[in-house]
C-alpha cells in the first residue's frame, strides 16, 4: 500500500516542474506544456485523496479537468498559432503591448528576442474624391 | 376644490415638465423659436396651476388643528390616498414590493404629498422656472432642443424632491436633479464648464452616496427594533418618536449610536448640497460656468434641497444627536461659512462669484437659524430660503443680462452703469437691498426670525448668543460686499467695456418680464408674510416639538446622570 | 379726520402716497412738476402731526398717547411683530419737527435741485425718507421700529449717493450706509436681548413690544448689556465718536439732503432711541455714563475739528455732530433720582426740537450760497456776501445767533437746559458725579467753541472784501450733474444781484429764520414744552417740574458771548490773527484740520485689516478647493504606482500570482495551522 504521501509528494513535483517551466521559458508551446503538466499534477492529487476517502469525487473532478484541458488545448494552441502568424515567432516576450503606457519593454539581455523579418508592406490606394465635411461639436462633455 | 382634483394637479405639475422636455427633445434643434414657445408655455401652465395647486392647499393648511396630539408629518393631497377619512394621508401606490422575512408585505412607495414645509418651495420652483426660461430665449442658440429638455427635466426633479415623503422616492429625485444640472454645465457653460461640472457631480454624488447609507441604515435600524419595514418619512418619524419615547436604557443607548451615524450620513450629503463651509468649494467653479438659467436653479433651488432635507429628515429622524451633534457642528459651521463666505465674496473680482460666495454667506445663515432647533429659528430658515431663493436667483439674472450685453464679468471692466443702464441698475439695486435685507423686503423677516431663534437657543454645549453676534456680523458684512459691489459696478463714472460696436439697449420687454414679476414678489414677501408663517406654523411646530423632546431627553439623562457622579467621586476615594 | 388712531395711520401714509405716486408717474407724467406729491405730502403730515400736538396737549391725562389697532406683521412662536403706530408728547414733538423742516426743505428742493436729471428720483426717495423717519417715531415696537431705523438709513444712502456718477458721492454713500448699519448690528443684538429676557414671572410670553418691554425691564445684568447694544445703534445713526466718520463725508449729497437728513432729521433718530429707552437706561447708570462721556467727548472734539474747517458744509456737520452730542450727553445726565430723568430727556428733545430748525435753516442758507457760487463751498474762495445775498445773510445771521445759544434765541434754551441737566447730575448723589462735573465744564467750553466757529464761518462768508469765485458765472456748463444756475435761464448771469429771486428758495429761508429765532421762547413760554415732554409715557416719572438755574444761564450766555466776541476779534476786526494763531500752534492746528485722522486711522484698523482677512479668505479657499482636487487626484496617484506592475509579461504576471497565493497559503498555514 503506497501511502498518501507518495502520491501527493508525485503530485507536487508535477505541480511544481511545470510552474518553473512556465515561469522560465519563453516559448509559448512549452509554456503551454508546463501548463498542462501543473494540471496533472492537481489531477494526481485530487485522485490521491478520492482514493483516501474512498469516494469517486475526486476522479469526477480529474475527469473534468481533463475534459476542460483538452478544450483548452485545442484553444491555446489555435491562440499560439495566430499570434505566431503575426510574429513569426514564438516568443512570449514579443507580447508587451499590453503594458501600462509610459513604461519601457522589458527585454532579456542574455538572450535577445530574434529579429523579426520586415514584412513586405500592403500596396495604398491613394484616396480619391473629397471627404465629407464632418462637423464634430467640441463641446461634448 | 374638492380634494381628488387636488391631488390630480399635484401630478400635473410633477408631470408636465417631463412630458414638455420630451416632447421639446423630440422636435430637434431646427426649430429653436418652437422650442422656446412650447417651453415657455410649459413653464407659465406649470406655475399657475402651482398657484392653483398651492392656494387651495395653503388653505387647506392653514385650517389644521393648531394643537398637536403627537408631532408628525402629515402631507395632504397625496395622490393614491384610498380615503381622505384616515388621519395620515398615506398613498397605496407601490413601486417596489419588497418580501422581507415572514414580516407584512412593503413597498417602496410613489408618496407625494404637501405639506407646510414644501408648498413654498414647489411654489418657488414654478416661479422661478419662467425667468429661467426667458433669460435663456437669445443666450442659448446651439442645441436648443436639449437645453429646454434637460432644463424641464430638471424642473421635474425639483419638485419631485420637494414632494416626495418616500425616503427612497426623495432619494431618486434628489440624485435626477444631478443629471440635468450636469448636462446644463457641462454643455453651455463657460470655458472651464467640463471641470465644473464634473467637480459638481462628483462632488454632489459622493456626499449623496453617504446620505443614502444613511437612510437605508435609519430604516433597518427601525425594522430591527420595531419590526415594521416602512419607507415613507411620516410613519418613521413617528416611529422614531415612539422609540425613543420609551424609557429603555438599552433601547437608548442603541438608538443613541445609530442617530449618531445616521445623522452623520444624511448630514453630509445635505451638507455639500447646501453647501456648508469646507464642502462648498465645487459652488463657485459650477456658478461661474454654468448659463444665467443654470445659475439661477442651483443658487434658487438646488441649494435648496440640502437644507430641505436637513429639515424634512435629519432633524425629525435623528432629533438627539441633532441636539447633542449638530448644533455645535453644524451651527459652528454656519457661522464660519456666513463670516467666510462674505470674505470671499468681497475678495472676488468676478461678480458671478461675488454672487456664489454670498449664497455660501446666506446659506449659512439659514442653517444656523434650523439648528436654533426652535419654532422661530425653523420659520425664519424657511423663509430664508425662499428668500435666498428670490434674491440669489434674480442677482444671477442681473449679471447674467449684464453679461449678455458686455461679455465680461469682471468688476474692473465696469464702471457707472447706472448712468447707462438705468433700468438694470434700478433692478440690481432693489435686489441687492432685497439680499442684504433691508426692511419690507424679503430678506429681513427672515433674517429677523433667524436672529430671534439663534438667541432663544437651548443647548448645553453651545451659548446661542455666540452664534446670534456671529450672524450680527453676517449681516453687516453682507451690506459691505455688495454695496461695494454696487458702487464698483453701477456708480462712479462710466466705464464701458469693450462690446465691439455692438448696440447696448437697457432691459428689454421680454427681460423685464423676467424680473418685474420678481420684485413685485420681493416686495410682497417683505410687506405681507404672514400667510406663509401661517400655512408652515404646524409643521414647523412639528419639527420644534420633536427638537424640544430631544432637548427634554438629554437634559432628564444629564439629571440621572448628575447625582451618581458624586457617588462615583466617594467610590474611587 | 378727528379721530386720533387716523391721524396717526395719516401722518406717515401722506409721505408713502408721495413716494409712490412720485416714483411711479414722476419719470412719465409729472417730469418737472415731480416736487408736488412730496411737497403737499408732507404738508399734510405736517398738518396731521400738529393736530396730533395740539389734541395731546389737550389731554389732562397724566400720560396723554395715542394708539392705533396693531396688524400682525409676522409672528411665529413666540416672536411676535405687532404693526402698530402710537404717538405721545416725545413722538408728537419730533413728529411736528421732522414733518415741518421737511416741508420746508421739500420747497427748497424744488428750486435747488431743479435742474437734475432724476428730479423726480430725488422727491420719490425724499418722501420715502418722510414716511421712514414718521414711522420711526410712530413705531410702537422695536422690530417696526429697527425696520424703519433700516428704511431711514437707505434713503440716506440713496440721497447723498444721489449723484451716483461723483465717485466721492458713491464713496460716502457706501461709508454712509455701512458705519451705520455697524451700529445697527449692534442695535438689532440689543433688541433680541431685551426680547430674550421680557418674560417676566408672571407672563411667560415674550414681547417685542416697546411698551411691554419698557414697562417689565427691571435692574438685571442684561440691562446694561441691551443698553449698551442699543446705544451702538443710536451712536451709528447719531454720528458720535466712536461712528461718526461717515457724518462728514455725507455733505457730499445734495444739500438739501444735508439739510434734511444729516442735520434736522435722520440724525435725531439715536437721540429719539435713547431718550425712547430711558426707562431702560435710568436702570443701569453705567450705561447713563457712556452715553454721557459719548455726548460729551462727541461734542467737544466735533467741534474743535468745526474751528478749522474750510469747507462750509463741513462747518455745519461738524456743528451738527457737536449739537447732537449735546444731547446725548443731557441724555446721559438723566439719573434715576427724582426729577432728572425727565429733566435730562426732556432737555435732549427740546434742543433736538430747535435745533432742527436752525440746523435745517443753516444748510439751507450754505445751500444757497453754494449754488450761487456755482457749487463752491471752500469758504477760502469767496468772501463778502452780504450784499450779493442779502437774504441768505440774514437767514444765516438768524441761524448762526440760535445755534451759538445767544440769549433770548432759540438754542439759548435748550442748552442751557442741557447744562442744567448735567450740573443736576453733577450734584446729585451719583457715584459718579465728579464726572458728570467734569462733562459740565467741557459742555461750557464746547459751548463756547460753538458761538465761535459758527460765526468764523459768518464772517468768513459775508463779511470782508467782497469775492466771487469764477465758477458762479459760468457754471452753467460744469456737466450735467452740477446743478444749473436758473439766472442762466434768464441770461442775466452778470449781474449777482440777481442771484437770490426765486420764492422757493427765499420763503423756506424765511420762514425757518423766523423759527429759529423764538421757536425756543414760544415753546418755552407759550406751550411749556418741557412739562410736556416731562409728561411722555416714556418718562414714567411723577411730577414734572422746571426751575430756572440763572447760574447755568449766566455761565453759558458768558460762554457765548465769549465765543462770539473772539471770533469777531479774529475774523471782523483784525482779519489777519487766525493765520497768526495757527501758526503759533502748528500741530493742534494741522490735527483739527486734518479732523483728527480718524478716517486715516479706521483705514488702518478696521478696513485695511478686513481687506486682508478678505484676502486670506480667498488664498485660504483656493487651498480649500485644492485639498479637494488632491482627493478627487489621489485614485490617479495611487495608480501611478500600481501601473508599475502592468508591463505586459505574462510570466511576471504569473510570478506575482505565484508568490501571492504561496504568501497567502503561508500565512493561512501559520495563523490557523496550529
Known amino acids: 500500500m503506497i501511502p498518501l504521501s507518495s502520491y501527493l509528494i508525485v503530485g507536487a513535483i508535477l505541480f511544481v516542474l511545470g510552474m518553473i517551466g512556465f515561469l522560465t521559458r519563453r516559448n509559448m508551446i512549452l509554456m503551454f506544456l508546463c501548463a498542462e503538466m501543473m494540471l496533472q499534477g492537481v489531477a494526481i492529487n485530487l485522485v490521491a485523496f478520492a482514493r483516501h476517502h474512498g469516494n469517486l469525487h475526486g476522479q469526477v473532478f480529474t475527469l473534468f479537468i481533463i475534459t476542460v484541458a483538452a478544450c483548452e488545448a485545442a484553444l491555446a494552441l489555435a491562440l499560439i498559432l495566430m499570434l505566431y502568424r503575426t510574429k513569426k515567432s514564438l516568443d512570449v516576450s514579443l507580447w508587451q503591448e499590453l503594458r501600462e503606457p509610459g513604461q519601457e519593454a522589458i527585454l532579456d539581455l542574455d538572450e535577445p528576442v530574434p529579429e523579426l523579418p520586415r514584412e513586405e508592406p500592403l500596396p495604398h490606394l491613394t484616396p480619391s474624391g473629397i471627404a465629407p465635411p464632418q462637423k464634430r461639436e467640441d463641446s461634448y462633455v | ?573 | 379726520m378727528s379721530d386720533p388712531a387716523t391721524l396717526l395711520w395719516l401722518v406717515p401714509a401722506f409721505p408713502l402716497a408721495a413716494c409712490i405716486i412720485t416714483a411711479f408717474l414722476g419719470p412719465v407724467l409729472l417730469r418737472k412738476q415731480s416736487h408736488w406729491p412730496t411737497i403737499l405730502g408732507a404738508a399734510c403730515s405736517f398738518g396731521c402731526s400738529l393736530l396730533l400736538l395740539i389734541s395731546l396737549h389737550g389731554i389732562t391725562d397724566f400720560h396723554p398717547q395715542f394708539h392705533t389697532n396693531a396688524l400682525t406683521w409676522f409672528a411665529i412662536d413666540n416672536f411676535e411683530v405687532h404693526f402698530g403706530l402710537q404717538a405721545d408728547a416725545l413722538t408728537a414733538v419730533m413728529l411736528v419737527a421732522v414733518t415741518f423742516c421737511g416741508t420746508m426743505i421739500a420747497i427748497f428742493s424744488s428750486w435747488y435741485m431743479h435742474n437734475e436729471d432724476g428730479y423726480p428720483r430725488f422727491f420719490a426717495i425724499m418722501s420715502l425718507f418722510l414716511f421712514s423717519m414718521t414711522g420711526l417715531v410712530l413705531a410702537n415696537n422695536f422690530i417696526v421700529l429697527y425696520a424703519f431705523w433700516e428704511g431711514v438709513g437707505l434713503c440716506s444712502y440713496l440721497l447723498i449717493g444721489f449723484w451716483f456718477t461723483k465717485p466721492s458721492a458713491a464713496a460716502a454713500a457706501r461709508k454712509a450706509f455701512l458705519v451705520t448699519r455697524l451700529g445697527d448690528a449692534g442695535m438689532i443684538l440689543g433688541i433680541m436681548l431685551l426680547w430674550l429676557h421680557s418674560a417676566d414671572g408672571t407672563n411667560f410670553k415674550r414681547s417685542l413690544d416697546l411698551n411691554e418691554i419698557l414697562l417689565r425691564a427691571h435692574s438685571s445684568p442684561y440691562v446694561t448689556t441691551a443698553c449698551l447694544l442699543l446705544l451702538c445703534g443710536a451712536v451709528g445713526k447719531s454720528a458720535q465718536f466712536p461712528l461718526h466718520v461717515w457724518l462728514p463725508d455725507a455733505m457730499e449729497g445734495p444739500t438739501p439732503v444735508s439739510a434734511l437728513i444729516h442735520a434736522a432729521t435722520m440724525v435725531t433718530a439715536g437721540v429719539y432711541l435713547v431718550a425712547r429707552c430711558s426707562p431702560l437706561f435710568v436702570l443701569s447708570p453705567v450705561a447713563q455714563l457712556v452715553v454721557a462721556i459719548i455726548g460729551g467727548f462727541t461734542a467737544l472734539l466735533a467741534a474743535a475739528i468745526a474751528l478749522t474747517q474750510y469747507d462750509l458744509k463741513r462747518v455745519l456737520a461738524y456743528s451738527t455732530m457737536s449739537q447732537l452730542g449735546f444731547m446725548f450727553l443731557a441724555l446721559g445726565a438723566g439719573l434715576r433720582d427724582g426729577n432728572l430723568i425727565v429733566l435730562a430727556a426732556s432737555a435732549a428733545i427740546f434742543h433736538l426740537f430747535t435745533h432742527a430748525f436752525f440746523k435745517a435753516l443753516l444748510f439751507l442758507s450754505a445751500g444757497s450760497v453754494m449754488v450761487s457760487m456755482g457749487h463752491v463751498i471752500d469758504m477760502r474762495r469767496f468772501s463778502g456776501l452780504r450784499k450779493v445775498l442779502p437774504t441768505t445773510h440774514w437767514t444765516f445771521l438768524c441761524g448762526a445767533v440760535a445755534l451759538a445759544g445767544l440769549p433770548i434765541f432759540s438754542g439759548f434754551w435748550s442748552k442751557d437746559l442741557i447744562m442744567d441737566a448735567v450740573m443736576e447730575a453733577g450734584e446729585s448723589t451719583s457715584p459718579y458725579r465728579a464726572i458728570y462735573l467734569i462733562l459740565l465744564v467741557s459742555a461750557l467750553i464746547t459751548a463756547a467753541m460753538t458761538a465761535f466757529y459758527t460765526f468764523r464761518a459768518y464772517y468768513l462768508t459775508f463779511h470782508g472784501e467782497e469775492k466771487i469765485p469764477p465758477e458762479a458765472f459760468h457754471h452753467a456748463g460744469e456737466g450735467h450733474s452740477e446743478v444749473a444756475h436758473p439766472a442762466h435761464a434768464h441770461g442775466e448771469m452778470e449781474h449777482p444781484k440777481n442771484f437770490e429771486q426765486s420764492m422757493a428758495q427765499k420763503l423756506p429761508l424765511i420762514v425757518l429764520a423766523i423759527c429759529a429765532l423764538f421757536i425756543g421762547l414760544a415753546s418755552v413760554s407759550l406751550w411749556h414744552i418741557v412739562a410736556f415732554l416731562g409728561r411722555s409715557t416714556a418718562f414714567h416719572v411723577d411730577k414734572p417740574e422746571r426751575h430756572t438755574n440763572w447760574l447755568m444761564m449766566g455761565l453759558s450766555t458768558v460762554g457765548a458771548l465769549a465765543g462770539l466776541v473772539l471770533a469777531t476779534w479774529m475774523y471782523y476786526w483784525r482779519p489777519g490773527t487766525a493765520n497768526e494763531v495757527a501758526a503759533r500752534v502748528p500741530k493742534l492746528y494741522e490735527w483739527s484740520l486734518y479732523r483728527f485722522r480718524f478716517d486715516e486711522l479706521y483705514g488702518y484698523l478696521i478696513i485695511g485689516p478686513l481687506n486682508v482677512w478678505a484676502q486670506i479668505c480667498r488664498f485660504f479657499d483656493a487651498i480649500v478647493d485644492g485639498i479637494v482636487d488632491l482627493v478627487g487626484l489621489s485614485p490617479r496617484l495611487l495608480a501611478r504606482f500600481l501601473q508599475l506592475i502592468q508591463n505586459g509579461l505574462v510570466q511576471f504576471y504569473a510570478l506575482v500570482t505565484i508568490v501571492f497565493v504561496t504568501a497567502f497559503m503561508a500565512i493561512l498555514v501559520i495563523w490557523f495551522g496550529r
Open chain 2, 1 to 573: 376644490m374638492p380634494l381628488e382634483s387636488l391631488r390630480v394637479l399635484l401630478l400635473c405639475i410633477l408631470a408636465i415638465p417631463a412630458i414638455a422636455a420630451a416632447i421639446v427633445a423630440a422636435l430637434g434643434p431646427r426649430v429653436l423659436p418652437a422650442i422656446r414657445w412650447i417651453s415657455l408655455v410649459a413653464v407659465l401652465v406649470n406655475l399657475i396651476l402651482t398657484i392653483i395647486l398651492g392656494a387651495n392647499a395653503a388653505d387647506l393648511l392653514q385650517k389644521r388643528p393648531e394643537s398637536l396630539t403627537k408631532p408628525a408629518f402629515q402631507p395632504i393631497c397625496v395622490p393614491g390616498d384610498p380615503g381622505s377619512q384616515s388621519e395620515t394621508h398615506a398613498t397605496q401606490w407601490d413601486l417596489l414590493r419588497i418580501q422581507f422575512g415572514d414580516e407584512r408585505n412593503t413597498a417602496i412607495q410613489f408618496y407625494l404629498g404637501l405639506d407646510g414645509l414644501n408648498i413654498w418651495l414647489v411654489l418657488l420652483t414654478s416661479f422661478l422656472m419662467v425667468p429661467c426660461v426667458l433669460v435663456s430665449w437669445n443666450s442659448i442658440q446651439e442645441r436648443g432642443n436639449e437645453y429646454y429638455a434637460w432644463l424641464l427635466a430638471l424642473q421635474t426633479a425639483m419638485i419631485g424632491v420637494f414632494l416626495a415623503f418616500d425616503i427612497i422616492l426623495f432619494y431618486v429625485f434628489f440624485e435626477l436633479t444631478l443629471v440635468p444640472m450636469f448636462f446644463l454645465i457641462g454643455i453651455w457653460g463657460g470655458p472651464a464648464r467640463r471641470e465644473a461640472a464634473r467637480k459638481f457631480f462628483l462632488f454632489t454624488l459622493t456626499g449623496s452616496l453617504i446620505t443614502l447609507l444613511g437612510m437605508i441604515g435609519l430604516v433597518i435600524a427601525v425594522y430591527q427594533q420595531t419590526h415594521v419595514l416602512t419607507f415613507s418619512v411620516p410613519e418613521l418619524v413617528s416611529r422614531m418618536q415612539a422609540e425613543l419615547a420609551l424609557q429603555s436604557p438599552e433601547r437608548a443607548a442603541f438608538w443613541h449610536q445609530v442617530q449618531t451615524y445616521v445623522f452623520l450620513a444624511l448630514a453630509v450629503g445635505f451638507a455639500v448640497k447646501v453647501p456648508l463651509f469646507p464642502l462648498h468649494t465645487w459652488l463657485p467653479h459650477a456658478h461661474v460656468e454654468a448659463p444665467t438659467a443654470g445659475s439661477v436653479l442651483l443658487a434658487g433651488i438646488l441649494l435648496k434641497l440640502g437644507t430641505y432635507g436637513f429639515l424634512r429628515l435629519c432633524l425629525p429622524l435623528t432629533p438627539d444627536a441633532a441636539l447633542s451633534i449638530g448644533v455645535p457642528l453644524i451651527g459652528t459651521l454656519s457661522i464660519i461659512g456666513i463670516v467666510y463666505g462674505a470674505l470671499c465674496a468681497f475678495a472676488q473680482e468676478d461678480i458671478k462669484k461675488l454672487v456664489a460666495y454670498s449664497s455660501v454667506s446666506h446659506l449659512g445663515f439659514c442653517m444656523l437659524g434650523m439648528f436654533a432647533l426652535n419654532a422661530t429659528g425653523i420659520a425664519g430658515s424657511l423663509m430664508q430660503m425662499i428668500n435666498h431663493g428670490l434674491s440669489t436667483g434674480g442677482l444671477f439674472l442681473m449679471v447674467g443680462m449684464l453679461y449678455e450685453r458686455y461679455h465680461t464679468r469682471q468688476m474692473k471692466d465696469y464702471g457707472g452703469m447706472a448712468a447707462r443702464l438705468k433700468i438694470l441698475s434700478l433692478f440690481m439695486v432693489f435686489i441687492c437691498l432685497t439680499s442684504v435685507g433691508l426692511p419690507f423686503l424679503n430678506g429681513f423677516v427672515g433674517e429677523m426670525m433667524i436672529l430671534g431663534g439663534t438667541f432663544d437657543l437651548r443647548s448645553d454645549q453651545v451659548n446661542g448668543i455666540v452664534f446670534a453676534v456671529a450672524g450680527a456680523a453676517g449681516i453687516v458684512l453682507g451690506a459691505w460686499y455688495l454695496f461695494t459691489m454696487l458702487q464698483r459696478v453701477f456708480f462712479g463714472p462710466v466705464k464701458e467695456p469693450n462690446h465691439h460696436g455692438s448696440l447696448i439697449t437697457d432691459l428689454t420687454p421680454r427681460e423685464l418680464a423676467a424680473m418685474f414679476p420678481l420684485a413685485i414678489v420681493c416686495l410682497l414677501i417683505g410687506i405681507l408674510p404672514q400667510p406663509m408663517l401661517d400655512t408652515a406654523r404646524r409643521d414647523i411646530n412639528v419639527v420644534a416639538q420633536i427638537s424640544a423632546a430631544a432637548y427634554d431627553r438629554a437634559h432628564a439623562a444629564a439629571a440621572n446622570a448628575a447625582p451618581q457622579a458624586p457617588e462615583q467621586q466617594a467610590a474611587a476615594r
